[in-house]
């Protein structure tokens, strides 16, 4: 079983770049069985996705983030980053990782998540 | 972006009693849409994948139906631990996107 756990500050200055790094445990990042991903939630708010990685290399972002966001890998590690760059207070939010898989049907779905960390952007 | 859109979004119920929590899409979405509980402090959890298949170790009390636009979650006796915000997601096509939510109280 898949367990994944988000590492990273918590406290951020605006205009300054988020950083968080999702460690993988009971599977490779190299799977092909899985992309992996982040998603956030803002205190009190709904769920927003954020972007994928592939193994390949491969990423998938939100349009709406995508000139500020960064997702790689680092497998020698088994782990895979956000990088946010100048964030504002609308970027405070719980930071999910998670890993996403697909059925043969082409649905993809969020079936492990890391605990989530909550990032604030104050000065 | 397809938007995505619950009802009610909240709601208050007591145990035992049966649950209908709707999705509707913006477009036609297929059968791409998955549904998650989400409990205070916590991760979302995945229920229902492809619209209407179970997750495994998921209780047999929650199912969901619905292609094309239209979806809707059921618990059909509501237990004390099914009290949570539940919401929908689609993958028919990027971004992923999610409801807004549909929170589940105790009356």
């Known amino acids: 079983q898949l367990q994944l756990q988000e590492s990273g500050p918590g406290l951020v200055k605006p205009s300054e770049t988020l950083s968080l790094t999702c460690t993988v445990s009971?599977?490779?990042?190299?799977?092909?069985?899985?992309?992996w991903g982040w998603i956030r939630q803002p205190p009190g708010k709904g769920l927003e996705w954020i972007g994928t990685?592939?193994?390949?290399?491969?990423?998938y972002y939100n349009p709406s983030l995508k000139s500020r966001v960064t997702i790689s890998e680092d497998k020698s590690k088994n782990q895979f980053s956000l990088k946010l760059t100048s964030v504002t207070a609308a970027d405070t939010a719980v930071y999910y990782c998670a890993s996403v898989s697909w059925d043969v049907g082409g649905n993809y779905y969020i079936d492990y998540w890391g605990q989530g960390t909550l990032v604030t952007v104050s000065s | 972006d397809i938007q995505m859109t619950q009802s009610p979004s909240s709601l208050s119920a007591s145990v035992g009693d049966r649950v209908t929590i709707t999705c509707r899409a913006s477009q036609s979405i297929r059968s791409h849409l998955n549904w998650y509980q989400q409990k205070p402090g916590k991760a979302p959890k995945l229920l229902i994948y492809a619209a209407s298949s179970l997750q495994s170790g998921v209780p047999s009390r929650f199912s969901g139906s619905g292609s094309g636009t239209d979806f809707t979650l059921t618990i059909s006796s509501l237990q004390p631990e099914d009290f949570a915000t539940y919401y929908c997601?689609?993958?028919?096509?990027?971004?992923?996107?999610f409801g807004g939510g549909t929170k589940v109280e105790i009356k």
């Open positions: 009971g599977d490779s990042i190299s799977s092909s069985s899985y992309y």
């Open positions: 990685v592939y193994y390949s290399g491969s990423t």
């Open positions: 997601q689609q993958s028919y096509s990027s971004p992923l996107t």
